[in-house]
């Protein structure tokens, strides 16, 4: 197992240790420590049933952990609700996405950056005057923010009747809009064409170039090989090598469980 130098000056700005997940009998997540850098782009890969999509939903606080430790900018996070921890500065987009129905591509987005406001959405909505000025700058950010993305002009269609690849452009403008330190992208290309998947790429490199570090699960390997600083590879529950991309694609215990499949989580 290759190892990294995360180096001994910089605190990490998420750090695993020993971390574990059982369900029952099974051993779903299994002793796994790594460490994500400040303003770096690291990556979890892995064949079916590697833990994965368990080993994000610990660190975002929709699991609780079975043991082990999760520091986050320096605080232990392991037993906080996901809201605690999203106000700590860490947003995620799931690998089925999850919209709220009813509700336009706009008001989508605001409800990612509420998360941060000091006034919750419907008091908003309602239009009270203590919240009016905080709730039109949260307006106007999440127009920023469409923008950023090319689909401003969808602000105002309801976010569930939109294409697949536009929805998904939502969901990551409403992460964004939490004004995260550390982004955690479930399966962003999944589902998405050649054309989509490399726009993906070009915008989380661009998201990094912004300040935000990202931490993504993705199948898609020609799109983790371009845009990853570094990689961890998981197999059955455990951490099987954690390497830079160019090392990773050389191990040959990756190749032979991963690298030469297609297979996700």
């Known amino acids: 197992m290759s190892g990294v130098d995360h ?18 009998g099974l051993h779903a997540v299994n002793g796994i420590s790594f460490a994500v850098a400040t303003g770096s782009i690291k990556a979890v890969i892995g064949p079916n049933g590697a833990g ?7 660190i975002a606080g929709n699991l609780p952990v079975s043991s082990g430790a999760i520091t986050f900018r320096g605080q232990e996070i392991q037993g906080k609700k996901t809201h605690q921890i999203a106000r700590l500065g860490m947003a995620r987009t799931f690998q089925n996405i999850k919209l709220f129905h009813g509700m336009t591509a706009l008001e989508c987005v605001m409800v990612g950056r509420h998360v941060q406001s000091r006034s919750g959405f419907f008091a908003g909505l309602f239009n009270l005057p203590a919240t009016w000025k905080e709730e039109r700058a949260i307006r106007i950010r999440a127009m920023e923010l469409l923008d950023f993305l090319q689909i401003a002009d969808l602000a105002h269609v309801e976010a569930s009747s939109l294409a697949f690849g536009q929805q998904r452009a939502v969901e990551m403008a409403r992460a964004l809009a939490a004004e995260p330190k550390l982004l955690l992208l479930d399966e962003p290309a999944a589902g998405l064409n050649i054309y989509e998947t490399a726009e993906v790429a070009r915008l989380i490199a661009t998201i ?7 931490l993504l699960v993705e199948h898609d390997m020609s799109l983790v090989m371009d845009i990853s600083d570094e ?27 991963y690298l030469g499949e297609n297979n996700e989580d």
């Open 208 to 214: 990094r170039d912004m300040g935000i570090t990202v």
């Open 7 to 24: 180096g001994q000056d910089q605190e990490p700005l998420l750090a695993l240790h020993d971390v574990h997940k059982r369900f029952g």
């Open 231 to 257: 990689i961890v590879v998981l197999s059955f529950g455990t951490k099987l090598a954690e390497d830079i991309p160019a090392s990773i694609q050389k191990n040959a215990e990756v190749i032979s469980i």
């Open 52 to 58: 994965k999509s368990t080993l994000f939903n610990l």
